[in-house]
């Protein structure tokens, strides 16, 4: 389960930022994650509890946001929605598509104190 060890890279990081801000804890951390990323939110957030421990994010909640998958056509320019690497041009059935946004994962916020 890669999600785990993306998980305690999180919590690294936030950490990292956390005492760079001169912080003794974080409340929550927000991450955005990608469609189209290969990672399962779900076991994101069950993988948390257990990176948190001992740290300075023991107790911090975890939001996640969903991001959509878009894609551009290279042939028409035509941005469309994605649910797969898959996906066909909506207006000209073109499959090259570069994908604009969908595989990012992300830490986005956090709260300190």
Not at 55 to 79: F, N
Request: hydrophobic share 45%; glycine share 8%; proline share 4%.
């Amino acid at each position: 389960m890669h999600e785990f060890s993306l998980t305690l890279n999180l919590v690294e990081i936030a950490e990292n930022h956390a005492r760079q801000a001169g912080a003794s804890a974080i409340k929550s951390i927000s991450v955005k994650i990608g469609m189209l990323s290969g990672v399962i939110p779900d076991a994101i957030e069950f993988a948390f509890d257990a990176c948190i421990r001992g740290t300075l994010a023991e107790g911090a909640s975890l939001e996640i946001i969903d991001v959509p998958a878009i894609g551009q056509c290279r042939q028409c320019s035509e941005k469309c929605p994605m649910e797969s690497l898959l996906e066909a041009c909506p207006k000209c059935g073109s499959f090259a598509l570069d994908i604009l946004q969908g595989q990012e994962m992300a830490l986005t916020e956090m709260e300190i104190d």
